[in-house]
C-alpha cells in the first residue's frame, strides 16, 4: 500500500472512529432515558439491542463494503471459522483468563462470590438474547472492524493496545453519566482494557470474530455470577 494511499485509510478510519463515539456518547447519556421511560423489561431490551444494531454492526458493515469494497462478512471475520486447533488455544487463553478474573474477584480484593441469582436475568428469552447478541455486535464492530484495521497499519500488537484501549473508553460515558468518576468506575474500566487485550488477541490468531465474541458472552456471564458479599 502506497503511503499517500495508506495515509487516506488511516484517516477513513479515525473519522469513522471519531463519528461513532461522538454517536453513542450521545446515545449512551442523554439518549439512554428512553431506555429508563420503557416499563417492560424485555421491551427494553429489545429496543436497547436494536439501537446498538444500528449503531455498531450497520456502520461496521458499510464501511468495510462501501468504503474499503470488501465483502462485509468477510472482511469483518464473520464467515471465518478456526480450525479445531485454534479453538483448542483460544479456549485455553478463554479458560484462563476467566479463571484469573473468578480468584481475583473472590478474593478481599473483589469480595464476591458465585450465587446463580446473578444471572436470573439472563433466565429469559430477551435476557438470552442480550447475553449473546451484545457481545456479537460489539464484537465485530471492535475486533472485526477495528483490529482488523489497526493491524494493516501498525501491526497486531499495537491493534490489540489500541482497540483495547478504544473498548474500555466506549464504556464510560454511560458509566460516568449513571455513576460519576469513581474509583469502581476507573477499576471497571481497567478490567475491560484487560478482556480487551485477550479478545484481541484470540482474534488476531485467528481473523474470526468467534473466539472474542465467546469469550465476551462467558466473560458478562461470570461477571454476573460473581455478587457482592457482606461487607
Not at 147 to 155: D, H, L, S
Not at 161 to 176: G, R
Not at 211 to 221: C, E
Request: aromatic share 12%.
Amino acid at each position: 500500500m502506497a503511503r499517500t494511499e495508506r495515509n487516506r485509510a488511516e484517516l477513513q478510519l479515525l473519522a469513522f472512529i471519531a463519528c461513532f463515539f461522538a454517536t453513542w456518547t450521545v446515545r449512551a447519556t442523554y439518549s439512554y432515558a428512553a431506555d429508563q421511560a420503557i416499563a417492560s423489561p424485555g421491551a427494553r431490551i429489545a429496543y436497547s439491542t436494536g439501537v446498538k444494531f444500528l449503531l455498531w454492526v450497520v456502520p461496521a458493515l458499510a464501511f468495510a463494503s462501501r468504503v474499503r469494497g470488501e465483502r462485509p462478512l468477510d472482511y469483518l471475520g464473520i464467515t471465518r471459522m478456526p480450525s479445531l486447533r485454534q479453538w483448542g488455544w483460544c479456549l485455553a487463553v478463554i479458560g484462563g483468563f476467566l479463571a484469573a478474573v473468578a480468584a481475583t474477584e473472590t478474593t478481599l480484593l473483589g469480595r464476591k462470590h458465585f450465587a446463580w441469582s446473578g444471572a436470573a436475568g439472563y433466565a429469559t428469552v430477551p435476557g438470552l438474547a442480550l447475553l449473546l447478541a451484545t457481545p456479537l455486535f460489539e464484537e465485530t464492530l471492535f475486533r472485526g472492524l477495528f483490529a482488523n484495521e489497526i493491524r494493516r497499519f501498525r501491526g497486531p500488537v499495537t491493534a490489540a493496545v489500541l482497540t483495547a484501549l478504544l473498548f474500555a473508553a466506549i464504556h464510560l460515558p454511560n458509566w460516568i453519566w449513571l455513576n460519576g468518576l469513581t474509583g469502581g468506575v476507573l477499576t471497571n474500566a481497567a478490567g475491560v482494557f484487560v478482556f480487551g487485550l485477550v479478545a484481541a488477541w484470540v482474534y488476531l490468531r485467528t481473523s474470526s470474530i468467534w473466539p472474542p465474541t465467546l469469550a465476551h458472552i462467558a466473560n458478562n456471564l461470570l461477571a454476573a455470577l460473581l455478587v457482592p458479599g457482606p461487607r
